[in-house]
């Protein structure tokens, strides 16, 4: 399938890796990935934020804080952080890792 490109301004990375008897829920996201994500683990993994997610609880929106900004504006951040914690909420019977690569910031986004 062939789609029209986008405008992009930037792009991040999200994943979600589904908690097990082997750890818990993580998300990790980083607005130095992208399509680049392996790179940026391998040369600067510190730029890669990662949050243990308590199942219970789910992600709360003051993780925001420690999330790489995905914004031009208050508004774009919320819808992100809507975005972060439907896609926490995701399970499936056999995934253990989900990512969104790249999550893209078009310049039309106002």
């Known amino acids: 399938m062939v789609e029209e490109g986008l405008p992009i301004d930037r792009e991040f990375y999200f994943g ?8 818990p829920t993580v998300f990790m996201a980083s ?8 790179q940026v683990a391998a040369d ?9 997610i308590d199942p219970a609880v789910g992600f709360r929106p003051f993780k ?28 499936t019977a056999d995934a253990s890792l989900m990512e969104i690569n790249p999550f893209l910031l078009t310049t039309d986004i106002g």
């Open 44 to 52: 600067t993994p510190e730029l890669i934020m990662k949050e243990t």
């Open 31 to 38: 607005s130095a990935g992208g399509m680049d994500i392996e």
């Open 16 to 23: 979600h890796r589904a908690g097990s008897h082997f750890g």
């Open 64 to 91: 925001r804080a420690s999330s790489p900004s995905v914004s031009a504006s208050r508004r774009t951040d919320w819808q992100a952080v809507k975005f972060m914690q439907a896609f926490t909420r995701l399970r």
